[in-house]
């Protein structure tokens, strides 16, 4: 965990989809502390009508490069998510061509008991998984 789900809009190469998925999932390792082989990313792409993403007022504007993170994860400290926001979007700049204002970052937290990572075990709850 965190399971990462990204939503775009419909239109970029196969290759800029996985830049964007390497690039979140490196972050993700370093700054949210992820285990070995934790990886766990959905993509689903939009057409623009599907998509609205306004700014809080805080003026400024998306783009159709605009990025939407949701990640459901355990509880996280919030020292190692102001780091991974701002880490993300850093790197998605710099190898994505991705302005930070294109870039939305949810975090919603559950428990370990919580996640079944196949064969209807509850791994952290069984010992498999600490």
């Known amino acids: ?5 990204i939503d775009m809009y419909r239109g970029r190469s196969k290759a800029e989809i996985k830049n964007i998925l390497d690039i979140s999932y490196q ?3 370093e700054e949210l502390h992820l285990l070995p082989r934790d990886r766990y990313q959905i993509v689903t792409q939009h ?7 306004l700014d809080v007022g805080l003026g400024f504007d998306r783009t159709d490069k605009m990025l939407v993170f949701s990640l459901t994860s355990s509880p996280r400290k919030d020292a ?3 780091r991974f ?6 790197e998605l700049a710099a190898h994505a061509n991705v302005a930070p204002s294109d870039v939305l970052i949810n975090i919603t937290s559950n428990t370990k008991a919580d996640w079944s990572f196949g064969n209807g075990e509850a791994q952290f709850m069984n010992g498999k998984l600490a």
């Open 85 to 90: 926001y701002a880490r993300l979007v850093k």
């Open 27 to 29: 972050v993700a390792t």
């Open 1 to 5: 965990m965190p399971l990462m789900r």
């Open 47 to 53: 057409d623009p009508e599907e998509m609205i993403m």
């Open 80 to 82: 190692d998510k102001a």
